[in-house]
């Protein structure tokens, strides 16, 4: 923490988001911030958020010392213009945050699965940063277990004993060295709601509904975040959906919202695959086949603890095939947000340490265009979220 802040000089609206983690950008917006910058709330929101965020802090002159390029995305994408969004006619620009400071705070993990050069059984690890060098967590901890759910079962001691490891400056092993599986590959279910973005009810010109539509995947679905999607002979219409996942860290039946947020661990990148024409034709329009062929639920890269995600409900989500950007919004769409979607759904199941809850897509989906775009077998999909990371998966 930067410790408490002088009271901010008078000037123009810019953002003053001067921890080592922003980038003091004119049109900055960095959602990172909230909760974490020591600035007040200004009373009016500065020139680069624009009039409706909800993370400006304050307001003051800019500091040309302090004007910089921003240091590469580690997801791969640096400042672009926002579509169809300016303030007083300059384009807003989505800036890269840097994402190495989160590994600073207390609790902030990105927990992953892997195997390491010479094969083996999967081994617990976690990632220094995103996409940097794994701690082999299974060698610094050996009395913990090999299996995320297990891991997750054993609550705040197990998740004490990773913390030590990735403290212990012990036990690294360089990123090239290993192969990241699902960092939850064994969920007791997997839980997926269906037309959870307004944007996405109105691109199939579809009512929102009034409460969440819940189907499932099983859990043979899982591949990790750089695995092959296989293409079915049985389908002809294999679409992407990238898609946020919430972790269930904490058990729970007929939870309340206001402690929903206690029950979940983290969040993952999820790419819920879909057969359209299984999902929307056959089998009486019940979505469970089509969703649920083997390798149609790609996950990771790493299972990202809440302690190190800003504000889950205002992350950009994108997805692109062939480098073809086809998803691009933000989590802020969300119909029903995670309290309501734990909320709900424990009132039907009881939710346990590892189960997955995938929370819906945005628009963009190779069905509702026009014409409509499936996967074919070379395609490389690629499907990344604000300060959880990037799977990338080739079509086979």
């Not at 810019?14 to 980038?23: E, K, T």
């Not at 002159?61 to 300059?90: E, Q, Y």
């Not at 265009?369 to 490389?380: A, N, Q």
Request: glycine share 10%; proline share 11%.
């Amino acid at each position: 923490m930067l410790g408490s802040a002088p009271p901010p000089p008078p000037g123009n609206l810019l953002c003053l988001h001067r921890g080592p983690w922003c980038w003091d950008l004119p049109s900055h917006q960095d959602p990172s911030c909230a909760g974490i910058c020591p600035f007040p709330l200004a009373p009016r929101a500065c020139a680069g958020c624009g009039p409706s965020s909800p993370h400006c802090r304050v307001s003051a002159p800019r500091d040309p010392a302090r004007a910089k390029s921003p240091a590469p995305s580690t997801l791969g994408w640096g400042p672009r213009p926002v579509p169809g969004s300016t303030w007083g006619g300059i384009p807003r620009i989505r800036s890269p945050v840097p994402r190495r400071w989160r590994m600073r705070l207390p609790g902030a993990m990105r927990l992953v699965r892997f195997r390491g050069a010479g094969g083996g059984e999967p081994r617990l690890g976690l990632e220094e940063a995103a996409g940097g060098s794994l701690v082999d967590l299974s060698a610094a901890e050996p009395a913990l277990p090999r299996s995320m759910r297990a891991f997750l079962e054993t609550g705040q001691s197990g998740l004490a004993a990773a913390r030590r490891a990735l403290e212990s400056g012990r036990h690294r092993l360089p990123r090239g060295t290993v192969r990241l599986l699902a960092p939850v590959g064994d969920p007791e279910k997997v839980i997926c709601v269906g037309l959870n973005y307004r944007d996405h009810c109105l691109e199939q010109d579809v009512k929102i509904p009034k409460e969440p539509i819940i189907f499932s995947k099983f859990p043979s679905a899982i591949i990790g975040p750089f695995d092959d999607i296989v293409h079915p002979q049985e389908s002809s219409e294999v679409d992407w959906e990238v898609e946020l996942a919430a972790v269930i860290g904490k058990k729970g039946r007929h939870i309340e919202e206001s402690s929903a947020l206690d029950h979940v661990v983290g969040f993952t990148v999820a790419n819920d695959v879909s057969a359209r024409d299984w999902q929307m034709r056959r089998n009486g329009r019940q979505w469970l086949l089509g969703k649920t062929f083997d390798t149609f639920c790609p996950l990771g890269p790493a299972l990202v603890t809440k302690d190190a995600v800003a504000d889950v409900h205002n992350l950009s989500i994108r997805c692109s095939v062939n480098g073809r950007l086809m998803q691009d919004s933000s989590t802020s769409q969300l119909i029903f947000r995670l309290p309501k979607l734990i909320a709900w759904v424990s009132r039907f199941v009881t939710l346990v340490p590892g189960d997955i809850l995938l929370t819906g897509t945005p628009p963009g989906v190779g069905v509702f265009r026009k014409p409509p775009v499936f996967l074919k077998r070379g395609d490389e999909v690629q499907c990344e979220i604000e300060e959880l990371g990037t799977i990338c998966n080739k079509v086979v």
